[in-house]
């Protein structure tokens, strides 16, 4: 199991930069892969970004050229670089992982999150 603590969420007119934290603790030594979602009001999660324990980014659409996804292995921290920020990007932005785990007998994932954090964009 893994423990989240996320920080650096507030609020930035548009067109600003927000640099967001998750400090993981626990089991950190079985996490496969970091990621953030993201959630606005009357709408569903949806992924903005992950990295895998190697170091391949992926990132959506959305958010191509703007956001950066980083981790410090030193600190065991997750990081997201958010540049040029828009009024959609508004949202409470969660960090996830994804730890070794079995299951149904076999080698497999489970998922910890975080508590969240809002971010706010001002027009």
């Known amino acids: 199991q893994v423990q989240l603590v996320e920080s650096g969420g507030g609020l930035v007119q548009a067109g600003g930069s927000l640099r967001l934290a998750c400090a993981a603790s626990?089991?950190?030594?079985?996490?496969?892969?970091m990621h953030w979602y993201r959630q606005a009001p009357g709408k569903q999660r949806e992924l903005v970004a992950a990295?895998?324990?190697?170091?391949?980014?992926n990132y959506a659409d959305f958010v191509k050229g703007r956001f950066t996804i980083s981790r410090d292995n030193d600190k065991s921290s997750l990081y997201l670089q958010m540049n040029s920020l828009k009024p959609e990007d508004a949202a409470v932005y969660y960090c996830?992982?994804?730890?070794?785990?079995?299951?149904?007998?076999?080698?497999?994932?489970?998922?910890?999150w975080g508590q969240g954090t809002q971010v706010t964009v001002s027009s």
């Open positions: 996830a992982v994804e730890v070794d785990a079995v299951v149904d007998g076999q080698a497999g994932s489970d998922w910890d």
């Open positions: 626990g089991s950190i030594f079985s996490i496969k892969a």
């Open positions: 990295i895998t324990s190697g170091g391949s980014t």
